[in-house]
């Protein structure tokens, strides 16, 4: 199970970070570090986004480079995605996701385990 939190109101310009904490199941313990962690967005009317993965290094979508950081903690099964330099345009439902396929971190479908989502709203 994934479970993320950290999402909420900023304005343009200011900074959230988002956490997702995988308790439980296939992905926690000791098996967490062994999955490609990445984080996902989909905004109102729009198509699921990939936004940035992590496994041995980061990866991010062009739309977020130089402006957000993924990062995990594997003994705490958690991995994060800092905001920085929010605009208006990054407002959507942040999911993370675990997938065990390496190769395919920025293809939605690979994903084998998904969180719930959490808002974030970027006001202008």
């Known amino acids: 199970q994934l479970v993320e939190s950290g999402g909420g109101l900023v304005q343009a310009g200011g900074s959230l970070k988002l956490s997702c904490v995988a308790s439980?199941?296939?992905?926690?313990?000791?098996?967490?570090?062994?999955?490609?962690m990445g984080w996902f967005r989909q905004a109102p009317g729009k198509e699921r986004e990939w936004v940035a993965a992590?496994?041995?290094?980061?990866y991010y979508a062009d739309s977020v480079k130089g402006r957000f950081t993924i990062s995990r903690d594997d003994a705490e099964n958690t991995v994060f995605l800092h905001m920085n330099s929010l605009i208006h345009e990054d407002t959507a439902v942040y999911y993370c996701?675990?997938?065990?396929?390496?190769?395919?971190?920025?293809?939605?479908?690979?994903?084998?385990?998904w969180g719930q989502g959490t808002q974030v709203t970027v006001s202008s």
């Open positions: 996701a675990a997938t065990s396929r390496v190769a395919l971190y920025d293809t939605g479908d690979a994903y084998e385990y």
């Open positions: 439980g199941g296939a992905v926690s313990g000791s098996s967490f570090s062994r999955y490609t």
């Open positions: 992590i496994v041995l290094r980061s």
